[in-house]
T-cell receptor
Framework: EAQVTQNPRYLITVTGKKLTVTCSQNMNHEYMSWYRQDPGLGLRQIYYSMNVEVTDKGDVPEGYKVSRKEKRNFPLILESPSPNQTSLYFC????????????FGPGTRLTVL | DQQVKQNSPSLSVQEGRISILNCDYTNSMFDYFLWYKKYPAEGPTFLISISSIKDKNEDGRFTVFLNKSAKHLSLHIVPSQPGDSAVYFCAASGWGSGTYKYIFGTGTRLKVLA
């Protein structure tokens, strides 16, 4: 089944404790991206990747890191999480970046205390 | 600076009637527009899209209209069904200043009343 998977689905952590949210797709998509969803703000792009080893900042990249060493994986790293990073996070992928629908993962709800 | 705006946070429509969801954008660099639907506890799913070279695209009960001069797009759902109750996001994409942008609006919660 074609899908985007994220892990974990739920995470409660404390300020400053490094964490990684994994994202994997099995559709051989070139483009992958991370979004956060906050009430009243919609979906905001954190980082995106056009292909392996090619990443770029989205609209809200501060406090996040990403890497794209393999085509299928695009982990999101929070080196020192803070309470303002409490949010619902979505990973997405598409065949190419432009002019393509994105396929979203089920979301990761992160709470930083 | 919200480049893609959905000014109606919520909308209620009677089953069988038309639902019209609106979206405005500010940046002329956008040349491809999409609508996504999101149910609670799930990721958004693609619904319909339109290129800037068109002004209308239809898929079953869903039609998207694009007015480039007004920088406005709308999604029409006819007839509306209770299963259409969800949050709808519009998105705009395009290249500008050497970067690729894919921007979502804030969403409109549609409730279809049986």
């Amino acid at each position: 089944e074609a899908q985007v998977t994220q892990n974990p689905r739920y995470l409660i952590t404390v300020t400053g404790k490094k964490l990684t949210v994994t994202c994997s797709q099995n559709m051989n998509h070139e483009y992958m991206s991370w979004y956060r969803q906050d009430p009243g703000l919609g979906l905001r792009q954190i980082y995106y990747s056009m292909n392996v080893e090619v990443t770029d900042k989205g609209d809200v990249p501060e406090g996040y890191k990403v890497s794209r060493k393999e085509k299928r994986n695009f982990p999101l790293i929070l080196e020192s999480p803070s309470p303002n990073q409490t949010s619902l996070y979505f990973c997405a992928s598409s065949f190419r970046g432009q002019d393509n629908e994105q396929f979203f993962g089920p979301g990761t709800r992160l709470t930083v205390l | 600076d919200q480049q893609v705006k959905q000014n109606s946070p919520s909308l209620s429509v009677q089953e069988g009637r038309i639902s019209i969801l609106n979206c405005d954008y500010t940046n002329s660099m956008f040349d491809y527009f999409l609508w996504y639907k999101k149910y609670p506890a799930e990721g958004p799913t693609f619904l319909i899209s339109i290129s800037s070279i068109k002004d209308k695209n239809e898929d079953g009960r869903f039609t998207v209209f694009l007015n480039k001069s007004a920088k406005h797009l709308s999604l029409h759902i006819v007839p509306s069904q209770p299963g259409d109750s969800a949050v709808y996001f519009c998105a705009a994409s395009g290249w500008g200043s050497g970067t690729y942008k894919y921007i979502f609006g804030t969403g409109t919660r549609l409730k279809v009343l049986a």
